[in-house]
């Protein structure tokens, strides 16, 4: 009953149509069920839309996809073994980060996000705690590879060549569906994980029925100033895409 009254919302809002869930099953097809059918289906509704505005630059949807799909085909090429691997990210909010977010969501890994405000000290705790296999990092956070396990494959998400390819030249690619960790201390200082499954049923209900209380279709833009690496930060992003794409076109 819940899932009906969600969706009689977003339909009442214009939200739901032929055309998006013609879309959605083609974007389902071609990837999987995981982040990066979000990310598809927001490139085919609107490949031009500006999906991530910084100070000095811009991405659009089908870019961001496309990036994406080079970093996630570049990475599976170099570390054929991620899947059910441990894989950290850990940087400040940029594009080059939400293109990593989504990229590895294929992988059918665990993907642990890490806060970049974190120090030194508690970034070593949680290496030797966790014993990442892959740590995904920007250019800020080249030190870890002094305080990770010999084991662990460091990867600088700022050094990625990313090229003006043929949205589909890149097929056929992984289509598990990885796991989301988020790291919280609380008021114990000591690290809790809480995971998330993004594209599941359960998940797709708490982002309607949010983007339908909050009347997120009367905005163009969403400024995101928490940590996209927090739980708010990222469900923000996840929200803005998907649903971004559906109301902007």
Request: net charge positive; aromatic share 12%; glycine share 4%.
């Amino acid at each position: 009953m819940k899932l009906i009254g969600v969706l009689m919302q977003l339909y009442k809002m214009k939200l739901l149509s032929i055309k998006n869930i013609f879309h959605f099953m083609g974007a389902r097809f071609y990837s999987g069920l995981n982040l990066m059918t979000l990310l598809r289906f927001a490139a085919r509704m609107c490949p031009d839309n500006i999906a991530i505005q910084e100070e000095n630059s811009s991405i659009t949807y089908k870019e961001l996809y496309n990036s994406s799909l080079v970093f996630l085909k570049n990475f599976d090429v170099l570390y054929s073994d991620s899947q059910e691997k441990k894989i950290a990210l850990v940087g400040r909010n940029h594009i080059e980060w939400v293109t990593a977010l989504f990229a590895t969501s294929p992988l059918g890994a665990t993907v642990y996000l890490i806060s970049p405000d974190i120090s030194e000290l508690q970034m070593s705790e949680i290496c030797n705690r966790f014993n990442f296999d892959y740590l995904l990092h920007d250019n800020e956070f080249t030190y870890m590879s002094k305080i990770t396990n010999p084991g662990c494959k460091m990867y600088d998400i700022q050094q990625q060549k990313l090229t003006d390819i043929k949205i589909d030249s890149l097929y056929p690619y992984p289509k598990k569906r990885s796991h989301i960790t988020l790291l919280t201390s609380g008021t114990t200082g000591k690290f809790k994980t809480a995971s998330h499954r993004p594209a599941t049923i359960k998940f797709f209900l708490f982002f309607a029925e949010l983007f339908s209380q909050l009347r997120l279709d009367r905005f163009q833009s969403v400024y995101i100033a928490t940590p996209l690496s927090h739980s708010f930060g990222v469900m923000s992003l996840i929200l803005s895409v998907t649903f971004g794409a559906i109301h902007t076109c």
